[in-house]
């Protein structure tokens, strides 16, 4: 169990009545919600609950029609997807979103593009100040490949890796751009139980070693439960539940919604 | 020899991030270099340099091109020759209007135009992509050849259209041999090619394929969408206009717009394909084997004791050039590059399998 309250700082991100409608079907209404800095929150709920839709509106791929973000105490209206990137927010998918045809290597290293300064005629003569900057980039990504134990597939193009790697993987081409507030959408789905067991040891690390602020959607709850500070459940669009671990499982609501339909 | 990396311990990030981290690559490179600048020169026909080489080059160079936008970003087009189109005016308008400037600065700078102009037909891919664009960018292949044929300025008001291309001249000689016009044309190939390289291993190119493979990732991790893109479109553009400049001016000998129909588009297009999208290499191979074909078919007639026949070559041609865009299409999408590579991986372990 995790100890709450001990890290957990200001408030990073915070969320104010977000309605985001798709034609007639509302995937979030009236949703508010909290973020505080360096805590673990997960967000869970249902098929359909709008979670995955909760992830794209924090970091600028959907644009809500209702409701207003503000990121480290800052406003933001329609904000782009790269924009939220140069903010500090990375993510994963749920649907695994790496870049098929490149290696392990490069997709990590394309994660630091926030952080390369060169222009494309640097590069091209690839001298000077582009080859350095390629090659303390290389060393970072390298200290990231070390820390996900991912060293012998480097080289090998993501395409051919089995499932549970490719999603170590995008958590390190999330993990490149050095991020403040890190969004996992369902990081352990489909996993095997030692899988599971490894990806919750690297997102604790994360957190723990770096200070990353991370909101990970989840279905297991037991995973749920030992590794988040908070918990923010969703059903149907609306939010019905927010709390510890212990409050959120006692909350009859949610019990009803969630827990009493085993998944 | 063997071809094998056992004992090349690499001492740092570095080595390898070099172009060919493996000893025999480097050599190989080192050998085939020599051999394309001391020995063809020497050894080579006028025929062979003039007709073979010299097009096989300059198409190269418009197939990296059309690899950097397709292969590498993604971006489908069939409008590349329009872009050459662009580039050969330009060169010889720069040439004719600025006589002052060197030869090669002309080409430059007929890449610079070509840019400009792949930005403003790259413009659409922001909104449609795949099959749309492909369209649009064929409605770019039309109405550049249309206009550079209808407006008499480009062409300096020439009565037919096809204009002469001026002399060439280099350091206060005139190169008038196949030999000289070969190595110039293999220099600037072999340059850009490197540049290309460059780009493609570095930042840029993987912001390119990031786009290509995955867009919305790509975003999310902080790529500008059409920052990109235009860059894709506008390097692509250049590297076309380039070549298009070097087809008029050091291969035909004349501008003409007619030199750069939607054909020529597509055969760029099928040498990327079959030599390999995504692969500067494949862009030398594709080209190679394009250039080459013709040939070996006239070469394998002549064994059977008839010279075929123009129209039955060039039927011959067609068919084979269907069949094996589909045959790489559907089972080997990264061309000969990709079998090349193969190739090497297998004799890095042989004798041992695995
Ligand atoms: N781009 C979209 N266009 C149309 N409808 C969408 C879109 N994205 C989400 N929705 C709808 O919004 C609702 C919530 O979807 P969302 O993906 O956010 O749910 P989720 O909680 O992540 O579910 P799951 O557990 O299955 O991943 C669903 O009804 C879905 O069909
Ligand atoms: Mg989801």
Redesign the interface.
């Known amino acids: 169990m995790a100890i709450t309250g001990r890290r957990v700082g200001e408030t990073l991100l915070k969320v104010e009545n977000i309605t985001m409608r798709f034609g007639g079907v509302k995937a979030l209404t009236d949703i508010s919600l909290e973020v505080k800095q360096h805590e673990i929150l997960a967000i869970i709920g249902p098929n359909g609950a709008g979670k995955s839709s909760m992830l794209n509106v924090i970091n600028g791929v959907y644009h809500p029609q209702e409701g207003k973000i503000t990121y480290k105490g800052e406003v933001r209206s329609k904000m782009q997807a790269h924009q939220a990137a140069a903010q500090g927010i990375a993510r994963t998918f749920q649907n695994i979103a790496l870049f098929k045809g490149m290696s392990v290597l490069d997709n990590i290293m394309t994660g630091r593009n926030l952080k390369m300064k060169t222009n494309f005629l640097q590069q091209a003569f690839y001298w000077g100040a582009a080859l350095r900057e390629e090659l303390e980039h290389r060393a970072k990504v390298e200290e990231i490949i070390d820390f996900l134990r991912i060293e012998s597939i480097r080289k090998t193009p993501v395409g051919r890796l089995p499932y549970g790697l490719q999603k170590r993987v995008e958590l390190g081409r999330a993990l490149a751009a050095e991020p403040e507030l890190l969004l996992l959408d369902e990081p352990m789905a489909g996993m095997n139980v030692e899988e599971k067991e490894d990806m919750c040891r690297f997102i604790l690390d994360v957190n723990d070693e770096f200070g990353t602020t991370i909101v990970l959607i989840e279905h297991d709850m037991g995973v749920v439960m030992d590794i988040s500070d908070r918990v923010v459940v969703l059903d149907y669009g609306r939010k019905i539940g927010d709390g510890t671990p212990s409050e959120v499982r006692g909350n009859e609501e949610v019990i009803k919604a969630y827990l009493g339909t085993s998944h | 020899m063997f071809y094998r990396e056992c004992g090349q311990f690499k001492s740092g ?2 080595a ?2 070099a172009i060919f981290p493996i000893l025999q690559d480097k050599i190989a490179m080192g050998v085939l270099l020599a051999v394309a600048f001391i020995v063809v020169p020497l050894v080579a026909t006028e025929y062979w340099l003039g007709s073979i080489l010299i097009p096989f080059l300059i198409l190269s160079l418009a197939a990296i091109g059309l690899n950097i936008l397709t292969g590498y970003a993604g971006q489908l087009s069939l409008g590349s020759a329009a872009f050459m189109a662009v580039g050969a005016f330009a060169a010889y308008n720069f040439a004719l209007r600025l006589p002052m400037l060197p030869l090669v600065v002309d080409f430059i700078l007929a890449g610079v135009v070509a840019a400009a102009v792949g930005i403003l037909f790259g413009l659409p891919s922001l909104r449609i992509k795949g099959f749309y664009l492909a369209v649009a960018t064929l409605a770019a292949q039309f109405f550049i050849t249309w206009g550079l044929t209808r407006f008499g300025w480009f062409s300096n008001n020439s009565a037919s259209g096809v204009i002469t291309a001026p002399r060439i001249m280099m350091f206060g000689y005139e190169l008038t041999s196949a030999s000289s016009r070969y190595l110039l044309t293999l220099s600037i190939v072999a340059v850009f090619a490197l ?2 390289k ?2 493609v ?7 390119w ?2 786009i ?3 867009d ?10 059409l920052q990109t893109k235009l ?1 894709a479109f506008a ?1 692509s553009s250049f590297y076309c206009g380039v070549a298009g400049a070097l087809w008029a001016f050091l291969y035909l000998g004349t501008v003409d717009a007619q030199a750069f129909d939607l054909n020529r588009s597509f055969e760029i297009l099928f040498m990327i394909i079959i030599g390999g999208v ?1 692969s500067i290499l494949g862009s030398f191979l594709g080209a190679a084997f394009i250039v080459l074909l013709p040939i070996f078919l006239n070469v394998v007639a002549g064994l059977f004791g008839s010279s075929l026949h123009a129209d039955t070559a060039s039927h011959f041609e067609v068919m084979i050039f269907g069949a094996l865009i589909i045959f790489f299409l559907i089972v080997e999408p990264h061309g000969l590059a990709r079998l090349w590579q193969i190739t090497k991986e297998k004799l890095r372990l042989w004798p041992f399998p695995h």
Do not use: P
């Open positions: 990030y570095a390898d991030q540049l290309a460059n780009m291993r570095s930042q840029i190119g993987r912001a394929m990031a290509r493979d995955m919305i990732a790509a975003e999310v991790i902080g790529i500008k969408m860059l390097v995504g």
